[in-house]
């Protein structure tokens, strides 16, 4: 009962996910525009420029998401996310209005801000929804990013310059008009002490009456999760221990991590997780797709490339969300990383070498990008919305989202000057070796979690129990 409930309330939050899947691969159908002496702003972009068109984006979310946590726990997960669409409405606003080249760079950073959402959409997703389907509808925040990259490139290609900045803009209205239907987070309103509204919101997500059993259980197992008590060693041995009828010591978010070795295990295996992801390279082919399949296969048509390059990305997150369930999170993330890392080596000996036709080029690409998007597309992002408890969980996400925009920023910032350096091919060598290194890690270090509640989870991060 109530799925089709929770499966509308992933769908209105993850259509801000495509609006920023829209402007996250904007840049892409610009850079040529951008640098041609016929742009349409004011002056032709300096390759600096180009980069940071690219890049500023990442700083500004590197800057922002510190105080996303914060946010979130003041705010709600709903208020929050309406900040963020209005923040995009900004975002477009400028661009449509605006031709100087100065003014576009201040957009490209003003929609870094929202860069932050892909913290609060997984984790929004994952306290709406029941374990059964939790991976699955987690995953929505990815497959809407595909979706979004989609219609950039359907915009960039066959728009004209200023059509597909106000076709973006209205999207981006409708997006936070949208957001009024949703209802707040049950888990975040009985944080607030609001039981009745908690007791209402679970009771529509989950298609019941908010005096069924099923309900109250369900609001009686969030109310133990936020009360854990901690001794030296974990959250949940403590739990067993802990007289119920002794006051609990509120622990600040640092203090809380600090005492729960299972918390910082979880939060070390998040963050390399998110660290092999961005390096394995797919964020620069989506954000560089037009000139890199320019460079790549210069007989095909760059803006049908990348468009059909998006389009396989949607498609592989559905599978992904129907795998991740089916098969679990580790081995998804062990197999789909090594045969991503295969398909690397062999794009870097062809891009080298040629030994195959330029249209190969293309299809490699294409598997490197479906391979990739069924494990280190999909895979972090629901681990980091399952692992944390309720008392660190917007925290500890934010420390991760905070990691994993520094290292894309790193990763797009470098990527055109060590193509000029090394050349492409070397560039997909160096994206195998993080492939492969993935699947070593998730292997001795990443547990398994379908279908299992917070507490089991973390307990997995004490036992080493991984198999």
Not at 96 to 119: H, N
Not at 176 to 193: A, D, R, W
Not at 285 to 290: D, L, S
Request: a neutral charge; proline letters at 3%; charged letters at 15%.
């Amino acid at each position: 009962m109530g799925i089709i409930q929770q499966i509308l309330g992933t769908v209105l939050i993850s259509y801000l996910g495509v609006t920023m899947g829209i402007m996250y691969t904007w840049p892409s159908s610009t850079f040529l525009l951008f640098a041609s002496p016929n742009t349409t702003l004011n002056r032709p972009m300096t390759s600096t420029e180009l980069s940071l068109l690219g890049s500023l984006s990442s700083i500004a979310t590197l800057i922002i998401t510190p105080f996303t946590s914060s946010v979130i726990d003041y705010l709600g997960r709903k208020k929050s996310f309406l900040l963020l669409g209005v923040n995009q409405v900004l975002t477009w606003t400028i661009l449509a209005s605006c031709d100087r080249v100065e003014a576009v760079l201040a957009s490209m950073f003003i929609s870094g801000c929202s860069g932050c959402m892909m913290l609060v959409i997984p984790m929004y997703i994952s306290e709406i929804c029941k374990e059964s389907i939790r991976g699955s509808m987690t995953s929505a925040a990815v497959i809407s990013l595909g979706i979004g990259m989609m219609l950039s490139y359907i915009f960039g290609g066959y728009l004209e310059y200023h059509v597909m900045n106000y076709t973006c803009l209205s999207l981006s209205v409708l997006g936070v008009v949208l957001l009024m239907m949703v209802k707040e987070s049950p888990l975040f309103l009985l944080q607030k002490g609001f039981e009745k509204e908690a007791l209402r919101s679970l009771a529509f997500y989950r298609g019941e009456k908010i005096t069924s059993k099923e309900v109250i259980e369900e609001l009686e197992t969030i109310k133990r999760t936020l009360n854990v008590a901690l001794d030296e060693q974990t959250p949940e041995e403590e739990k067993l221990k802990a007289d119920l009828d002794k006051p609990r010591e509120k622990l600040s978010r640092w203090a809380f991590l600090k005492k729960s070795k299972s918390s910082r295990r979880a939060l070390l295996v998040v963050i390399m997780l998110y660290t092999a992801a961005i390096f394995q390279g797919l964020v620069v082919v989506q954000v560089f797709a037009e000139p890199l399949f320019t460079e790549a296969t210069p007989t095909i048509s760059a803006t049908l490339s990348s468009v059909l390059m998006a389009l396989l990305s949607t498609l592989a997150g559905f599978v992904g969300a129907y795998l991740i369930e089916r098969y679990g999170r580790r081995h998804l993330m062990i197999y789909a990383s090594s045969a991503t890392g295969a398909c690397c080596v062999v794009l870097g000996v062809q891009i080298q070498v040629g030994f195959g036709p330029s249209w190969l080029t293309t299809v490699l690409l294409y598997v490197y990008c479906v391979s990739y998007t069924l494990g280190a597309g999909v895979v972090p992002y629901v681990i980091n919305a399952e692992v944390f408890l309720p008392e660190i969980k917007s925290f500890a996400s934010m420390i991760c989202m905070e990691w994993a925009f520094l290292c894309n920023f790193v990763v797009l910032f470098i990527f055109n000057p060590l193509v000029t350096a090394v050349g492409l091919g070397i560039i997909f060598y160096m994206f195998a070796a993080f492939c492969f290194l993935s699947s070593v890690f998730c292997w001795f270090f990443l547990p398994e979690t379908k279908g299992l509640a917070v507490d089991v989870i973390q307990q997995s991060f004490v036992n080493k129990c991984y198999k």
